[in-house]
Structure formats: structure tokens, C-alpha cells
């Protein structure tokens, strides 16, 4: 779908990188050297590799960078690598090859006092199962990372009392984990991740074991909270809908690999291959397509009384205006300023998915 050329000078960024992954391979098993040469050479697939020299390519030559403030998803089926490569960013696994950098600091190569001090003060985690312990308080069990930071109790009490209240859970902090549901759990988990105030969030599968409303509220409450503290978040899922609903930008992983990344709009609107167009099929575009994506400059002078949107408008706000105005065209404003048209052509093809020329 074409844009205008002014679109994306607008949606340019300066934010600092805060996490770069590097042509990144992990391998499993005993002959991992010549497994990597022969994967850097590219005269191996994953099933010879794993015939010829026992080894499981778990990541293979994933690099992409992180923004600060993003939250950046990484999506894929079972046994794609995603959950592999969130746990090289903290050190929990090692690259077979590359460099994985944090911060500005490679961290494979981090002493082990630099590297627990990345992990207590600047890296946060939260993992499917959030492993409450059933003998402390929800409040205790928040306060346990500060515990390690040997943080005063005052300050440990002060600081778990606010990150449970910003998880809307400040009037639980005196319950056991097995007095709440399995999202109040998970709002403990996040909790618990906040209560350092790390830069960085780390989110593995965090709501895939609960029921779809409860998770979808805390898709929207996790987007809200990150937004509004500005973290920067890696999060790894295996829903696509999940992963639209939370990313400012998302990869897709197969078999190891990263075969797209983009915004959620991009990926839906312009899927790599087959493999993503599959998993994009069903998905609404009402809310995900936006004006920049499907302005066209007008071929005649505009009309004056046309209905006005902005180029972040989605199609559901555009296709309102034209049934609310009966119009044959929005103009499309960028700082109060009309850049171009959406006409009643361009949403239809929106809807159907057919490129607006």
C-alpha cells in the first residue's frame, strides 16, 4: 500500500537502542563448533545438522535491535527458539555465536559481579509460571528481589506497597499466592518484576495458561502500565492476536529463525512469506490498518467540507467518518495541515486487503 512521502519522516524515531541481538546462533549438543561452521556456511539445514552432528539449532542468526520505551514482541509456534533467545538477553543461556548487547554492554562478556548486578538492577522477568512462594505474604513475595539488593525493610515495604498498587492489587499485599486467581498471580509476577524498577522487562509467555478475558485484560493493562513507566519490554508469545495487541513491533520466529520483523501493521498488511501470510489470514484490519498506510494525494482540488482524520487514524475511525459524513473522501491532517485523501475506494480495498494504488 503506498503512503506519502512525508509518512514515514514522521514516524522516524531517535530513541537509543537498548538491546541488540547480533547474528546470534545457539546449538545443542556436543558438536556445536562444527555444527556452526556448517550453518555459517550455509551448506547444512537444521535436519542434516542435527543428523550429521547431533546437534538442535535452537536460534540460528537472529539479530535485531530494541528501542527505548518499545515493547517488542517475539512471536512463534512451540519449538521455534522464541523462549531460547529471550534468556540469552540476561545471560541465563550463552550464544554458540555472537554477541548479544544490553545496555552497551556485551553481556557474555560481563564478570559475574556486573552480571548480577545487570540482572538485580536493570532486568526484570517474568515467566509463564510465576513461582510465587506459597509461604510468604504477596507482599513478601514482591519485596524478595529487594531482599537480594539487601534494601532496608522500610524501603522494601515502601517500594512493594507501590509496585502492588500499580499492578491494582494494594489491597491483597497481607494474602497468601493461593488465595488468588491465576491473574492476580500474574499481576504479583509483574509486580515482583517492577518492584527493582528495571529498565528492562522481560516477558516469557506470561498470560498463555490463562482464561482468554482475563488475559486479554491484562494484555491491555501490561501496554498501559509499560507505556505509561516507559519500560522497555521484550515479549515472547505464540498468539499473534496477543502479540498485535502489545507490540510496537514484532518478529516472527521459525525453526530458529526470525523471518520477519515489522510493525504489527506491516506484517499483517505485507507478510514476508506464506508462513506469516498463514498466521495473519484472520485477523481484523479495522483496528490495525492506519491512515498513513492507505493515503493517496488527491487527483482534484479537495473538498472543503470533507471530514478530517489524522494519518495514526485507524480504518474503523475513517469508515465512521464516511458513513457519519455520507463523504466520498477524508482529508488526511498531519500538525493541522491536509498531506492527502482516504477516499471511499482506498477503505474498501483496506477492508479487503487489496493494495491502494
Known sequence: ?????????????????????????????????????????????????????????????????????ETFCIMGLSGSGKSTLIRHFNRLIEPSVGEVIVRGQDVCKLSENDLRSLRAKHLGMVFQHVALLPYRTVLQNVTLPLEVQQLSKNQRLETGRAALETVGLKNWVDRYPGELSGG??????????LAANPEILLMDEPFSALDPLIRKQLQTEFRQLSTKLNKTSIFITHDLEEAIRIGDRIAIMKEGRIVQIGTPEEIVLNPADDYVADFVEGISRLHLVRAHSIISKPSVATNANAPTATLEDDLQTLIDLALKHKAEEIIITHEGQPVGVVTRENLLKAVRGIDVD
Open 1 to 69: 500500500m503506498n503512503m506519502v512521502k512525508l509518512a514515514p519522516e514522521i514516524r522516524s524515531t531517535n530513541r537509543p537502542k537498548v538491546i541488540e541481538c547480533r547474528s546470534v546462533w545457539k546449538f545443542f549438543g556436543d558438536n556445536g563448533p562444527a555444527a556452526v561452521e556448517a550453518a555459517e556456511k550455509g551448506t547444512h539445514d537444521k535436519d542434516q545438522i542435527l543428523k550429521e552432528f547431533g546437534c538442535v539449532v535452537a536460534v540460528a542468526n537472529a539479530s535485531f535491535e530494541v528501542f527505548e520505551g
Open 184 to 193: 492476580m498471580q500474574q499481576r504479583v509476577g509483574i509486580a515482583r518484576a
